[in-house]
């Protein structure tokens, strides 16, 4: 398993992205992504630096592992 890097709220959303899902609203400090045909949402909190913790279960909500989600960087 690879480690993560520190990456940006709005760089985490730009890696979503890749994998299909879509930005739909901001809500305070967090955006919002949904995917069609996923029943998670993602609320990816828009800080300089996210959490390696809240990053990696961002990435199991979205049914990734850490590896496919640093090859889309």
């Given at each position: 398993m690879a480690q993560l890097p520190?990456?940006?709220g709005v760089d985490v959303v730009k890696v979503f992205e890749r994998f299909e899902w879509e930005f739909v609203r901001q809500s305070g400090s967090h955006m919002i992504m949904v995917k069609d045909g996923e029943i998670?949402?993602?609320s990816i909190p828009k800080h300089r630096e996210v959490a390696k913790g809240t990053l990696r279960g961002l990435i199991r909500s979205a049914n990734l592992t850490t590896d496919e989600f640093i090859?889309?960087?």
């Amino acid at each position: 398993m690879a480690q993560l890097p520190t990456l940006s709220g709005v760089d985490v959303v730009k890696v979503f992205e890749r994998f299909e899902w879509e930005f739909v609203r901001q809500s305070g400090s967090h955006m919002i992504m949904v995917k069609d045909g996923e029943i998670a949402s993602l609320s990816i909190p828009k800080h300089r630096e996210v959490a390696k913790g809240t990053l990696r279960g961002l990435i199991r909500s979205a049914n990734l592992t850490t590896d496919e989600f640093i090859e889309k960087l």
